[in-house]
Structure formats: structure tokens, C-alpha cells
């Protein structure tokens, strides 16, 4: 398998075709899976946005004063009313804000990004990546697109690339029902290949100034394996969500 960076794309702008700027520096194969950064996805989608779009609400004010007293930092009130019109739960309100987006992501602040925003202060997360994936891989030569994020996980230090859409292949690969080298039966291994492929995208992509946003995976071969639909986990079985519903008293 191979990774490289699309070269020389330009500044993305509200309206642009990311499809064509991809395809006029590159030339793809059917078979290659093209990782797109979702900041570049929100700026040709126009979901930049000024934190004077969002005047602040008293449930956001209490958010950023809660912030405030929790954290010692001077919290914008504006910035919560962004992150709870960008979701449809908040799971964690402080020492930060952990948020469902409308498509079932959870992360820090609704994916909301303040850095590379040339156009506003704040720039959101795609409204359907999923449907965002599809418009660009129809302008492609290539049969696949994974729309890529950066966020924390629960136990671990840093961030890493996770995919939060896709289209042509499937999020999973199901390898329950297959065996080990023991000849012991899988039952519980599903593979999140979108994930896996967003993590290795994002070391080329990188998370500062690079301008490399978009990654080629070239070579990549799912296997004879079965595949796996689900990518979010559903509330009922999602023991961490219960959990932290518990603990908040909801």
C-alpha cells in the first residue's frame, strides 16, 4: 500500500469543486481511495462562519461560565451557542464541551476549528459527510473517498485522524465468523478500516500549515472479508455514552 499528498492545491474557497482541483493535479486510478481533509470539504461547502452569527443564548452563557469556573480561562459565549446548534447532545459540558454532531460523530466542541479560517472565525464541520464524500467521488476517477477529521479518544494523549464520512466502501471489515491461527473462532472483531485509512492519511496530511490536505491511498485491498456497515456506535450499545449519562445525572 501507498500514501502520498495531492501537490499544489490552492487556498479552498466557498464554491469551489474540490473534485476538479483534485483531479486537474493528480491522476488517479479506479481502485485508489482519496482522503480528504474536512476542513477543505467545510470551506468549498461555505461553513465557514463569525462568531457574531451565533448571539449568545442563556443556556450558552451558563456553558461558557461553567467553562470559566472549571478551567480558569475566559470563554467566549458565543463559541458554546456555535457548538450546541452543532449538536444534537452535550455529553460533557466541562473541563470542555463533548458533543453528538447531527450525523452521530462525537468529539470536543462539535468539530468546531478556529485555526486555517481565513474567511470567518470559525469554521464547521461539513453538515453530511457522507453526502459531501459521494458529490466528490462521482467527480473522480477514483471509486472512493473517505472524509477525514482530527480528535482525541478517550484514554490516550494526542489526536489522530478518524474518518467522519465515506463513500464507495463500506466503514468495516467483519472478520467474525473467520478464524485464528489457532483455528479459534473471531466473534467480536470488526475493523474500522475508514478509520485506519484517515489515520494514515493524516500523517501526510499533518495538522499545522502543510497545505497537503488531501492523501491518495494507492494499493490498498480489502481482503476476502465481510462487511461491516455501522461506524458510530448506537446509544443502547454504546457502554461509555451510558456511563457518562450516569455520572452527569442525566
Do not use: Y
Request: hydrophobic residues 40%.
Amino acid at each position: 500500500m501507498e500514501l502520498f499528498a495531492v501537490p499544489d492545491l490552492p487556498e479552498v474557497r466557498a464554491g469551489h469543486d474540490l473534485a476538479a482541483l483534485i483531479r486537474e493535479r493528480v491522476d488517479l486510478r479506479p481502485d485508489d481511495v482519496v482522503c480528504v481533509a474536512s476542513t477543505v470539504v467545510s470551506k468549498a461547502e461555505g461553513r465557514s462562519a463569525d462568531l457574531a452569527e451565533f448571539p449568545a443564548g442563556p443556556r450558552a452563557r451558563e456553558v461558557a461560565a461553567n467553562l470559566e469556573a472549571r478551567t480558569g480561562k475566559e470563554r467566549d459565549p458565543r463559541f458554546a451557542q456555535a457548538v450546541l446548534e452543532e449538536s444534537v447532545e452535550v455529553l460533557l459540558e466541562a473541563p470542555f464541551l463533548l458533543t453528538e454532531t447531527r450525523f452521530g460523530h462525537v468529539g470536543v466542541n462539535a468539530g468546531i476549528d478556529r485555526s486555517n479560517v481565513p474567511d470567518g472565525d470559525l469554521l464547521l464541520l461539513p453538515e453530511r459527510p457522507s453526502e459531501s464524500a459521494e458529490r466528490i467521488r462521482k467527480g473522480l476517477p477514483a471509486d472512493r473517498v473517505v472524509v477525514t477529521d482530527t480528535c482525541g479518544r478517550p484514554f490516550r494523549e494526542g489526536q489522530r485522524g478518524v474518518a467522519i464520512g465515506w463513500a464507495g466502501l463500506a466503514p468495516g471489515r467483519d472478520w467474525r465468523g473467520e478464524t485464528d491461527r489457532d483455528g479459534r473462532e473471531l466473534s467480536v472483531a470488526v475493523e474500522s478500516v475508514v478509520d485506519e485509512l484517515a489515520a494514515a492519511a493524516n500523517l501526510l496530511a499533518g495538522e499545522g500549515d502543510g497545505g497537503t490536505p488531501v492523501v491518495v491511498v494507492r494499493d490498498f485491498e480489502w481482503g476476502d472479508h465481510g462487511e461491516h456497515d455501522a461506524h458510530f456506535r448506537e446509544v443502547e450499545t454504546d457502554v461509555i455514552r451510558r456511563a457518562i449519562r450516569a455520572w452527569t445525572g442525566e
